[in-house]
């Protein structure tokens, strides 16, 4: 009777995962302004040490994003910081004197999921919360170009040289593990796709995954809170159902990616900085850009969001800030010519 006592008691987590852009704050702000008065916290990741993600999510005015209820990560994927940050904060959430009904975390583009599940074995998570359900948004636009694909070729030489080596594309390692670790797939931005390439992606993502998954598809990740939350799947206590490619490795690192920031000065048009941004993301091959700058004469801060060389704005917020120092994160594959892109933004 005492374990279904504390079984009732454990908070509710809901991981929230996908690769760079999928829309991963987008679905979570269309949550939030359905959460009707339901108290649950939030806790963002992310790969670059800027924090754009929380920032957004602060500023969509939606009642439940308040300043307490958003706690953000910024230094490093939390697949690699669990111990030194992730515990900390999750212990300090659940001993407010007011703990949250449900708690979902943002990991960032670039986590494993694997080892943030793991952490929810740990004695004194395990009996206070529970893994509700991780929710793997697909980035669909992305996988239908081939973002994830593999050179079966180059694989097949790759594990010739090596056979604990699965992959060529160290996107494709990502995607996959966090398909793998799904309990609910979410194909969204469908609204750029037709039918059959959405369903293309569809039988795909069937074939890759290992066990039957329920697939959903969205445009900005709007879906019913009651599909989102109370999946009830336990997932800390059916990690072996979830396979990684690092199961095995006590860590791993990110070397395959990397992130900085560029400040930009105010620009003359938003036209003008949005063709620069695209031509900057095609040339130097950049995965993602996100941030907020300033345009002349407009009072408004205006916020940037680019996944490959689509890109979106809005002005969101007026500027508080002196300076007006627009700031936008840049990541992508390693290797990446900070000194060019740098020189290429920072142009009139
Ligand atoms: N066309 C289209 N764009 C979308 C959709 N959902 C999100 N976006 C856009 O995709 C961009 C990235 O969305 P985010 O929600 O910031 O993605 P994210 O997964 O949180 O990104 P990271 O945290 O950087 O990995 C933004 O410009 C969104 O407006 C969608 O369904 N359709």
């Known amino acids: 009777m005492a374990s279904v006592k504390s ?75 669990v111990a030194d940050d992730f515990l900390p904060t999750m212990r300090a959430l659940i001993d407010r004197p007011e703990p949250p009904e449900h708690i979902v975390i943002e990991t960032s583009g670039l986590a494993l999921p694997k080892p943030l599940l793991k952490a929810f074995s740990w004695p004194d998570i395990r009996t206070r919360m529970t893994v509700d359900g991780v929710i793997t948004l697909v980035d669909t636009p992305a996988v239908a170009a081939g973002l994830f694909a593999e050179d079966p070729e180059a694989v097949a030489a790759q594990r010739a040289a090596d056979p604990s080596l699965d992959h060529d594309n160290p996107l494709a390692e990502v995607y996959e593990d966090q398909l793998n670790a799904a309990d609910l797939i979410v194909l969204n931005k469908t609204d750029v796709l037709t ?3 959405i ?5 795909g993502i069937a074939q890759a995954v290992p066990r039957k998954v ?31 490619n690092h199961d ?5 690192e990110h070397d395959d990616f990397e992130s900085f920031v560029v ?12 063709e620069k941004l695209k031509k900057v993301a095609l040339e130097y091959d950049i995965l993602r850009i996100k941030g907020f700058c300033s345009v ?3 009072k408004m801060r205006l916020s940037v969001q680019g996944v490959g060389t689509r890109f979106r704005h809005e002005f969101d917020i007026p500027w508080n800030d002196q300076t007006k120092d627009g700031r936008l994160v840049v990541i992508g594959q390693t290797g990446l010519s900070k000194s060019g892109i740098e020189e290429a933004l920072q142009q009139g």
């Not at 329920?214 to 396979?243: F, K, N, S, W």
């Not at 095995?248 to 791993?252: E, I, L």
């Not at 400040?263 to 949005?274: F, H």
């Open 248 to 252: 095995g490795a006590d860590d791993h």
């Open 214 to 244: 329920m697939t959903l598809r969205a445009v900005e990740g709007r879906l019913d809170p009651a599909i989102l939350l109370g999946i009830g799947a336990g997932a800390e206590d059916d990690l072996q159902a979830r396979p990684s």
């Open 195 to 197: 039918d059959q390439e």
């Open 263 to 274: 400040t930009i000065p105010e620009q003359k048009s938003v036209d003008g900085l949005i």
């Open 7 to 81: 079984e009732q008691a454990k908070i509710p987590v809901t991981i929230i995962t996908g690769f760079l852009g999928a829309g991963k704050t987008t679905l979570l702000r269309n949550l939030l302004s359905k959460a009707d008065g339901r108290r649950i916290a939030i806790v963002v990741n992310e790969f670059g040490s800027l924090g754009i993600d929380g920032e957004v999510l602060r500023s969509c005015g939606i009642e439940g994003c308040g300043d307490e209820d958003i706690v953000e990560l910024t230094n490093g994927c939390l697949c690699c910081t």
């Open 296 to 298: 002349q004469g407009k």
């Open 199 to 203: 369903a293309t992606v569809e039988t």
